[in-house]
């Protein structure tokens, strides 16, 4: 049996693990300066965030409908181009025609499907880029990259108040407070606007509609054009698939974050609608679509909005809900402003 | 107004409402307090016209009219002179406002469009009241001896005496080492003494940079010069006697003479200077110089952190209902700033801040203990350097341009500042030294300053609703 062994020492590594700090440095007055201002742009990190994992589509299923879908138009047009050249070569003019019209059309469809790749990848960039700022430890020049990915123009008036309010001892939560109250705030008043206005139209249109059909088909069609309106809004322009994989998004949003929520907003729904439906059944109709087409735009703008808003200042159904009852019942006392 | 309510009871109804706000800026000499207040009055009175303010909420929403002065509560105190450090500020060449000598107050009306769901009832115009108070920092160094007696005292102060302190106060330590603390001292020789005593504590402050000087008094007496209530000092060496052995000396004896004055020091110079100043607070705002004390070596920065920790136990610090408003007002929100934010780049303010931090990390334990939201600025209130860019020295690399104290223009990268205080072998190998700047001359608008903004937002921001 060997010893239990005895205690040694070891040499610590030769390593500097004291901090230095630059020293002062005085330069000649003569060297020349430009005006200093916090830098604007920040390396784009490759990383994909967890937002945009759950947003993207299990890969391999789209990676074999993609190769499908690519392949059949390549062969597809190059087909039509050989048959272009054989018509050309035996003056088969028809023939020659139709498949001309085969290439335009492939080509139609190609510009199509990259549109709605870029749109999707907008989105996707939109989300996070949103996570990144979210987490308050955004690199300096996200908010810029920010701006300029919401397609503010170079004159746009609440994008040029921004950068005149700032200074260049900001920073970067300052600069996002001043961002949210010029930029943003503007944004949010006119998408609460258009959240009233859409969801008291359509409340009064399902309550005037004679059919169930017709409800549903009413329901539909205006609240995909309410999502879209929000989404340019807020500078994001909605391609087909980009439009699915955001009301996806919301729906199901709605259903497992915000359930606790709406459970609180219920209580005081169902006063309302119990009150409604004494007085008349289409009108609690209305009502209710109406207010379901208010919380879809309000998580859709709770979803779009570039920075997220702070508990306080978040919009609830609660503003939007009386203004619709009265739309409802016909008086114009509260007009939505 | 067809009908005027008493001044008096003008006051008590604007407190019940809310609407009046006396602002504690809390800051040891050479702070940065004059400056501070300088720069808030200009700020407000301009707020909304040229002065910076964005990140002011009311601002924002172009709901602060701006402010006026008016007259303030107490008759018997001089006015804060405002137009003084602004003519000091505009001369040709410019010069920081001279630092305060006695006690000064001011009240702002601030006149606002409030939010509130009251505005349909009351009107929508609203007037906040701000009270500011100015005195010598030297002087706010005096509330932490109000805790102690005699013996107390004397500990401490022989607890402080490092050798760098001892280095100063080197003829009164021999002088007074000669009487014990039972031998009778005649009234001539004591005078003597308290002002070699003086003299020590006079020149610990101007060379030594010390913070902690007791009692702060004998470096601005005022009206009380040469009065016997400033002719004590501390017992450094009572080795060897117990607490009753002091406590049984005759009246007579050296001890008990020194206990007599400083006990009539407290109860009738301190008392009435914190009864009547330092009672009644909303708001508070630390002022802390943190590049001069780094400037002076660990030794000083160490005893600027025991300074401060001292200083905010002599404040009330608790949330304000209806009645506590009314009648014992407490702190219920708390800022500290680190001046001088401008002497240093921005992209050091970060690592200020989070030094400061640091500096107040007991206090700002209490304050969350206490529940008082208290938040860190890197601040400066009348901006002094611009920040340039370099073009051919290094990528990014940043400086100042301003004229310093020699009257330079200079073009200067001031050093970091680190964001925790250094070890020993750092002070040895290279230390700090922060170059102090001349104001730029002040020619119209509004003084230009750092995030003087975001902490009159975090102060006042919830009171102009």
């Known amino acids: ?73 390549a062969i597809g047009t190059a087909q039509c181009g050989v048959a272009v050249y054989e018509a050309w070569q035996y003056s088969n003019w028809f023939s020659g025609l139709w498949a001309g019209l085969g290439v335009l059309a492939a080509g139609f469809l190609a510009r199509g499907v990259f549109k709605e790749l870029k749109r999707l990848s907008r989105l996707r960039r939109h989300a996070r880029l949103r996570e990144r700022l979210e987490d308050d430890s955004a690199p300096v020049g996200t908010l810029d990259d920010l701006a300029r990915h919401m397609g503010l123009g170079r004159d746009d008036p609440h994008l040029l108040a921004w950068q005149q309010a700032q200074a260049d001892h900001h920073d970067e939560r300052e600069r996002q407070l001043l961002f949210e109250h010029h930029v943003l705030a503007p944004r949010d008043r006119e998408a609460r606007r258009l959240i009233t206005r859409m969801s008291t139209e359509t409340a009064a249109l399902v309550a005037i509609s004679p059919m169930t059909l017709l409800d549903m088909g009413l329901m539909a069609w205006r609240n995909v054009r309410m999502i879209d309106r929000l989404a340019r809004l807020y500078g994001l322009e909605l391609g087909y698939a980009s439009r699915l ?84 019942k016909g008086s114009n006392e509260a007009e939505p402003r | 107004m067809a009908w005027t309510l008493p001044k008096h009871l003008r006051d008590v109804l604007e407190r019940g409402l809310d609407r009046q706000v006396r602002l504690a800026v809390t800051g040891l000499s050479r702070a940065g307090k004059t400056a501070f207040l300088t720069s808030l009055i200009n700020q407000l009175r301009h707020a909304g016209l040229d002065a910076q303010l964005e990140l002011v909420s009311a601002v924002r929403e172009h709901r ?9 509560p107490d008759l ?30 001011l009240r702002l009306a601030i006149k606002y469009r409030t939010r509130r769901a009251s505005r349909h009832l009351t009107g929508e115009e609203a007037t906040l009241t701000l009270d500011l108070i100015d005195y010598p920092g030297e002087w706010l160094l005096d509330l932490p001896m109000l805790q102690q007696d005699f ?30 603390p039972d031998s009778v001292v005649e009234e001539q020789t004591l005078a003597e003494l308290a002002a070699h005593y003086t003299d020590g504590l006079h020149q610990a402050r101007r060379d030594g940079g010390f913070y902690f000087i007791q009692p702060g008094r004998f470096l601005l007496p005022g009206e009380l010069r040469d009065a016997p209530v400033l002719q004590f000092y501390p017992l450094v060496q009572l080795e060897g006697w117990s607490r009753e052995a002091l406590d049984a000396l005759p009246a007579d004896s050296l001890y008990q003479t020194l206990k007599a004055r400083f006990e009539h020091y407290k109860r009738h110079v301190i008392t009435p200077f914190y009864k009547s100043y330092f009672q009644r607070f909303d708001r508070q705002v630390v ?179």
């Open chain 1, 1 to 73: 049996m060997t010893d239990p062994r005895p205690p040694r020492y070891f040499e610590m590594p030769e390593t500097d693990t004291s901090v230095h700090w630059k020293p002062p440095h005085a330069y000649d007055t003569t060297t020349p300066v430009t005006v200093w201002e916090p830098p604007a742009s920040a390396p784009e990190n490759g990383t994909d965030s967890a937002l945009d994992r759950a947003l993207a589509r299990p890969g391999k299923r789209r990676r074999g409908l993609f190769a499908l879908l690519a392949g059949s138009l």
């Open chain 1, 245 to 328: 994989t955001l009301c996806r998004h919301v729906l199901s949003n709605m259903a497992f974050a915000g359930a606790s929520e709406i459970a609180v907003d219920m209580g005081a729904e169902l006063v309302t609608m119990n009150l409604a439906e004494k007085l008349s059944s289409r009108a609690a109709q209305g009502l209710g679509s109406g207010l379901l087409s208010a919380r879809l735009g309000l998580r859709t703008q709770r979803m779009l909005r570039p920075l997220p808003f702070r508990e306080e200042e978040r919009p609830r159904i609660s503003h939007i809900r009386r203004q619709l009852w009265q739309q409802v």
């Open chain 2, 64 to 72: 602060l009219l701006g402010a006026q002065r008016v007259d303030q």
């Open chain 2, 76 to 105: 018997s105190i001089p006015r804060f002179p405002y137009d003084e450090a602004m003519a000091s500020l505009q001369a040709s060449p410019a010069a920081w406002p001279t630092p305060t000598r006695g006690m000064s107050e």
């Open chain 2, 151 to 180: 013996h107390d005292w004397s500990g401490t102060m022989a607890s402080l005496m490092t050798p760098e302190r001892r280095a100063f106060m080197s003829t009164w330590l021999e002088k007074a080492s000669a009487h014990t």
């Open chain 2, 287 to 465: 002022l802390v110089d943190v590049l001069t004390a780094l400037n002076s070596g660990p030794a000083v920065f160490n005893e600027l952190r025991y300074t401060m920790n001292a200083l905010m136990q002599s404040f009330n610090y608790g949330r304000n209902g209806l009645f506590s408003r009314l009648f014992t007002p407490r702190i219920d929100r708390l800022a500290i700033a680190a001046t001088k934010a401008d002497h240093v780049t921005p992209d050091q303010h970060d690592a200020l801040q989070t030094l400061l931090s640091t500096l107040m990390s007991q206090p700002l334990q209490d304050m969350r203990y206490a529940n008082i939201p208290a938040r860190a600025f890197a601040l400066a209130s009348i901006r002094a350097t611009t920040v340039k860019k370099l073009e051919n020295v290094t990528p990014n690399a940043l400086a100042l341009s301003g004229r310093t104290l020699e009257d330079q223009e200079v073009l200067l990268f001031p050093g970091d500042v680190p964001s925790t205080l250094p070890d020993e072998t750092f002070w040895a190998r290279q230390g700090f030294s922060f170059t102090p700047f001349h104001p730029a001359r002040h020619t119209s608008g509004a003084l230009p300053h750092i995030r003087m903004d975001a902490l009159l937002d975090w102060l006042l921001g919830d009171k102009w609703l």
